[in-house]
């Protein structure tokens, strides 16, 4: 394999003007820059991209750090990380922590090894002491959707509180008496702002106590499994709020088993607005978050805290929106 010694003997120059070349650092005459151009091709020399690095503590790549790569609100959020990024030069690295601290710990250590530029990063078990490591690296990092309370790190999140609320609003708009909750898991931020918006609406209800919850994890299974349970309390059940879309599409299927009709005797609503929620039949009505929105509005925050580090942190709530479909139009 050509090496960055055999560059500088084609082009007749030294081995420190191939390096301020490759590197665009440093003055060199167009006449020796396009020499050595030449004799990259020529030779089909190809840069150590991780020595390069070293050298030049730069990478031009980002990363995403994300808790559940199988479930779709984390691809479509990533799409738009990458389409910006892209747009700008930089590549991006995808974690997938499957909610496992380990994982993300692993992650954040070799991130740093290979000198990421900016992290942007979703997940629940990261904590002050990881993000400070961050921050005596100089990374810079924008926190998303799973927010935490770190204040000197830039977020991005939508009001899951309020979509609680409006889904269980609606749900109580249709006429539905006797609302159930698949809840999210209990450690995790979006889900409890959820389940608290829910909550704010059924807790003055005669019939409302804890045994309307079931609890999942975001998972389709979870919902299934909690709508069965849910059946098998409250036969008289007419209304459910998932903490998300999957779970929406298991209490579908569950209600199906049970011979339970969506929307007539069962209404369900769901959240996130999953490209899939809209395919299912019924389709399910949904609060939207603008998924797309938060994915590039992280990456252009992480693209501006990279160019200035002195950057003041800023916290973006952003709008959810009740999407109506089949399955709580009664
Ligand atoms: O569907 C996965 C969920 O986890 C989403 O609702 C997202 O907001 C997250 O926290």
């Not at 991006?92 to 990063?121: A, K, M, P, Q």
């Not at 998300?244 to 199906?256: F, S, T, V």
């Amino acid at each position: 394999m050509a090496t960055i010694r055999d560059v500088a003997k084609e082009a007749g120059v030294s081995v420190a003007t191939v390096s301020r070349v490759i590197n665009k650092k440093g003055y060199v005459n167009e006449e020796t820059r396009d020499r050595v151009h030449r004799a990259i091709k020529e030779i089909g020399y190809k840069p150590n991209v991780i020595a390069r690095s070293l050298s030049i503590r730069k990478s031009n790549t980002i990363a995403l750090v994300v808790p559940a790569i199988n479930n779709p609100f984390f691809p479509e959020l990533a799409r738009a990380v990458e389409d910006v990024a892209q747009s700008k030069g930089y590549k991006v690295f995808l974690c997938n922590t499957d909610d496992r601290r380990d994982r993300l710990v692993g992650y954040l250590e070799s991130l740093r090894e290979n000198f990421v530029e900016g992290i942007i990063i979703d997940s629940q078990n990261v904590t002050d002491n990881d993000l400070e490591n961050i921050q005596r690296d100089s990374i810079p990092a924008i926190m998303i959707d799973r927010t935490l309370s770190n204040q000197s790190f830039s977020s991005i999140s939508v009001n899951n509180h309020f979509g609680g609320q409006l889904a269980t609003d609606h749900l109580l708009q249709v006429g539905c008496q006797r609302i159930g909750h698949l809840r999210g898991p209990d450690e995790v931020v979006t889900a409890n702002h959820r389940f608290w918006g829910y909550r704010d609406k059924v807790k003055e209800f005669d019939w409302f106590d804890q045994s309307w919850i079931a609890l999942g994890d975001f998972s389709v299974k979870s919902g299934y499994q909690g709508m069965k349970e849910l059946f098998q309390r409250h036969p008289d059940i007419d209304g459910v709020f998932a903490a998300n879309d999957l779970m929406a599409i298991g209490a579908l299927k569950a209600a199906y088993e049970w011979g339970c009709a969506v929307p007539d005797d069962l209404a369900i609503i769901g959240f996130d607005g999953i490209d899939i929620s809209g395919l299912t039949v019924p389709r399910i009505s949904t609060i939207q978050q603008p998924i797309y929105r938060m994915g590039e509005l992280a990456m252009q925050e992480l693209l501006q805290e990279m160019q200035n580090p002195k950057t003041e942190a800023k916290h973006f709530e952003l709008e959810v929106k009740l999407v109506v479909r089949e399955s709580t139009m009664r």
